[in-house]
Every structure is written in structure tokens, then in C-alpha cells.
């Protein structure tokens, strides 16, 4: 069976100074359900939600990204995976919500990616009005590289999971189609013998009757 993290899994952090947010989950989204997350944004702060329906269905789930003032900021539907980024014109609870309404009968694995604010320099980078030294240059820009290679790990992570999902569904089918196979074989086989035991059995003719 599929392994995936079927508990309800939050990663939060939240750094001081310049007030920075990313709130990274994975989700159970059940059919004919709408899970909903809120989030305080303050004005004129930029954000960026992410994405990505792992399993369950046709991989799709319908997206709203709502304000305050109840102003729908992005809206899809059925939609497998997408980025969108937005700046707050108003302070206040900002809500995400991901449907499967349309859905009967399968339930969704979700993963979401939510970042707000820009992001927290390094501490003592930047401190200081003097030209960055060569050493605080090069900690910069490993702290950069690592972000992209944590980034570029869980899209790898998400499209690892998706596949393997797909392959034990695959796997699933192919063996309930063989155990089918199977069985009508054995009941095509036992009717011919019985056919061919009709053949060859002793009947008594009309000339043996006489």
C-alpha cells in the first residue's frame, strides 16, 4: 500500500525582525469536503501560496484565495498543482480553501506551500552600513544555494510520491485484471471438459434399444 503522511503534518515558522511567515503542509482533503486555512497578513505585504495534489482521483482540487474584505484574490478549479503570488491591500485574516466538492467518492492527499513577507537575512548580515566582507558574500550566497536545493527536494519529494502512488495503483489494476483472467480461464476450461465428457459418454442408441 501506498506510504504517505496520512496524519496531518505542519511544519511553522515564524522569524522575528522583519516578520516572515511559511506555513508548509501536507493535507487529507476527504471527498465532498472543503479544508480551509487562515492566515493575518498585514497591508501591502507580498505572499506566495504553492500547491500540489499528491493523490486521490484525477489529481485536481478546486483553489479560492479570499481577503478580508471577502474579495476573491485567486480562484481555480480543478487544478493538479499552481503558484500564485499576491501583495495584501488590506490588514487582516486572509483564508486559502481547497474543495473537493466535486468529488464522490475519492478523497485527495494535498501538499501547500504558504510564504509570508520577504525572507529573514542572515543574522548579522546586514547590520552593519559598510560593504559585506568576502566571507559574509560567500555565507549569502550558500544560504541562497541551500534554499533552492530544499525548494528543488520537495517538488522531487511530491513528484516521487505522485509517481509511486500512480505505480501502485497501476500495480493494483494489473492484478485484480489477472485474477480475472485467471478465473474466466478456469471456467472456460471446465466447461469445454464437461462439453467434451458429453462427447465421448455412453449413450444408448436406437439399434442397442432394438
Known sequence: MFIAPIVVTILVTLISGIFSKSVEL???LPDSAVECFYQDIEKNTSASLEYQVITGGQYDVDVKVEGPNKQIIYQQQKMQYDSHQFTAQYTGV??????????????????MELNVGPEQPLPGV?????????????????????????????HHRLREAQSRKRAEDLNERVFWWSMGETLAIVCVTFVQVMVLKNFFSDRPTLYNRM
Not at 94 to 111: Q, R
Not at 144 to 151: K, T, V
Open 26 to 28: 501536507t493535507f487529507e
Open 126 to 154: 546586514g547590520d552593519h552600513a559598510t560593504v559585506l566582507t568576502q566571507l559574509e558574500t560567500s555565507a549569502e550566497e550558500i544560504h541562497s544555494a541551500l534554499n533552492r536545493i530544499i525548494d528543488h527536494q520537495t
Open 94 to 111: 486572509y483564508k486559502v480553501c481547497f474543495s473537493n466538492e466535486f468529488s464522490t467518492f475519492s478523497h485527495k492527499l494535498v501538499y
